[in-house]
């Protein structure tokens, strides 16, 4: 049984940090690349950040350059999102998806593997 759970999501504040947690089982997660997409109210599913089953490439929307940092660890099976300088614009579901092989510049339309449900970000002051 393939799963993704997302957590560490809720109320945030703007200008604060969050830092989101994914745990993956029921797959080899180090053979995996894994990836952060979300979905803003009104708004089309947007790629976040992905990061090589290795570790050692990272991949950032523009919008989070700079605010955000994607990290993995194998030994628990969990890969994280953290994002410092929250703005209100951050306000989405955020999922966590797998992909076995990466293209070079990740987007939302790319076909990823296995999907997580969700956790719910809501930046506000």
């Known amino acids: 049984q393939v799963e993704l759970k997302e957590s560490g999501g809720g109320l945030a504040q703007i200008g604060g940090s969050l830092r989101l947690s994914c745990v993956a089982s029921?797959?080899?997660?180090?053979?995996?690349?894994m990836a952060w997409l979300r979905k803003a109210p009104g708004l089309e599913r947007e790629f976040v950040a992905a990061?090589?089953?290795?570790?050692?490439?990272?991949y950032y929307a523009d919008f989070v350059k700079g605010r955000c940092t994607i990290s993995r660890d194998d030994a628990k099976n969990t890969v994280y999102l953290q994002t410092n300088s929250l703005k209100p614009e951050d306000t989405a579901v955020y999922y966590c998806?797998?992909?076995?092989?990466?293209?070079?510049?990740?987007?939302?339309?790319?076909?990823?593997?296995?999907w997580g449900r969700g956790t719910r970000v809501t930046v506000s002051s």
């Open positions: 990061i090589s089953w290795s570790g050692g490439s990272t």
């Open positions: 998806a797998a992909q076995y092989y990466m293209t070079t510049q990740p987007t939302a339309s790319d076909k990823y593997d296995y």
């Open positions: 029921g797959f080899p997660f180090s053979s995996y690349d």
